[in-house]
């Protein structure tokens, strides 16, 4: 593998860990990752070996037949999977938010009620926040949930982008209730909607439109999902208590954008792979490209990011995994990783001239799926308005 994107101090479990993922990786997923990806193709196969590694139970405790590793080796999982094929990251990137806002948030009935499927992975989990006019701007989502006379809940709206939307049968969805409060962040509630997985009128009142056509990020199902009066139980509330929604789905959005580091960092390590070999193979003018010496310039600049990116991700994964708020470093990891990754991508693009704009190449797919990490889970944009944020509170002036 070489000396890029090594991790200190890692337990010897964590290394068998990561061993048997990384075989994994280069045996059932690079042979047939660009295959699946131009066919659009879900990785059955690929989804059913993971089940069986328990990777879908990775994080979640051992008491609900998980395995109970940390974010950190989570972390390190998924940059290996996105090693081989970012879309299949996806697919475990939010069942791990909705079982981490599970673990962290919900009641012991609800942790008993859905842990030990998601640990299997027979029931896998989706996260829903945004709506097609609000995009990062959760303050706007109009989907609402309106209490019931008998109890229970009523929702409808319109919300956008799930990943696994059609493919999951657990989603957390974030609503507006009127519980009185005077922030609008405290009049949001996330509900545990459990439903049949696939397409079209999922059950009554719930509905998940076709696919969305994507340019990357393909395989994995993104979707739209439609309630309309969906009656909804209020053992569902996450949490038990309506209000608490919005800070429960930031806290997993603190775990989502670790991941999103993580598979930049994945797809960063491949594009470079890929370029240093095809640099070793290819001659012009006499001699491999390799020899040029700006050829070496460049290579020298993309391991420098895969390097740099990687280190951040680790730190704010550890971050998390001792209890303390991480939305600094997780948002700085984010930004990082997926600019850096866009970059050493377009770099091994250049280094494969031509052919890199040809699908018989790899690097052809990876440039079509880089983009996409500069957007999910919040915007290059929204992530530096977060860290300036977190930065002013950190070092606010004394005389102010």
Not at 13 to 21: R, T
Not at 45 to 73: D, H
Request: glycine share 12%; aromatic share 8%.
């Amino acid at each position: 593998m070489g000396r890029l994107q090594s991790t200190e101090g890692l337990t010897d479990d964590q290394k068998e860990i990561l061993k048997a993922v990384r075989v994994f990786v280069d045996e059932q997923i690079l042979p047939v990752a660009t295959g699946l990806e131009h066919r659009d193709e879900y990785p059955v196969k690929i989804v059913e070996g993971m089940k069986e590694m328990g990777i879908f139970g990775l994080m979640i405790p051992e008491e609900y037949g998980g395995l109970g590793e940390s974010l950190l080796t989570y972390a390190l999982v998924v940059e290996e999977i996105s090693r081989g094929w970012m879309s299949v990251s996806g697919i475990v990137n939010t069942h791990f938010i909705v079982a981490w806002m599970l673990i962290q948030h919900g009641t012991p009935e609800q942790k008993r009620r859905y842990l030990p499927r998601m640990a299997t992975g027979d029931l896998r989990g989706a996260f829903s926040m945004s709506e097609p006019h609000c995009g990062s701007d959760v303050a706007a989502i109009r989907t609402r949930a309106v209490a019931r006379a008998g109890g229970g809940w009523a929702i409808t709206g319109q919300k956008m982008w799930l990943t696994n939307g059609g493919s999951s049968s657990l989603v957390a969805v974030l609503t507006r209730t009127d519980t009185g409060a005077s922030s609008v962040y405290r009049n949001m509630t996330t509900f545990l909607v459990e439903k049949e997985p696939g397409f079209g009128e999922v059950a009554p009142g719930l509905t998940v439109p076709g696919k969305i056509e994507k340019m990357g990020y393909k395989g994995v199902d993104t979707t739209e999902l439609v309630f309309d009066e969906y009656l909804i139980e209020d053992a569902c509330v996450l949490g038990g208590e309506p209000g608490r929604g919005f800070y429960q789905m930031m806290d997993g959005v603190e775990v989502g954008r670790v991941n999103v580091a993580a598979r930049a960092c994945g797809v960063a390590l491949r594009a470079f792979q890929i370029g240093i070999e095809y640099a070793q193979m290819r001659e012009t003018f006499g001699k491999k490209i390799a020899e040029h010496q700006a050829v070496q310039f460049r290579l020298a600049e993309m391991a420098v990011k895969v390097e740099a990116a990687h280190q951040m991700m680790v730190k704010a994964a550890r971050v998390k995994d001792s209890g303390a708020r991480n939305d600094l470093e997780a948002g700085m990891a984010k930004y990082l990783a997926s600019e850096y990754c866009s970059q050493v991508v377009e770099d091994s693009f250049r280094i494969h001239g031509g052919y890199g704009y040809s699908k018989e190449y790899e690097i052809e797919r990876l440039y079509r799926e880089a983009p996409m990490l500069l957007i999910g889970e919040g915007t290059a944009d929204i992530q530096r308005m977060i860290i300036g944020r977190r930065l002013l509170e950190e070092y606010g002036s004394k005389s102010s």
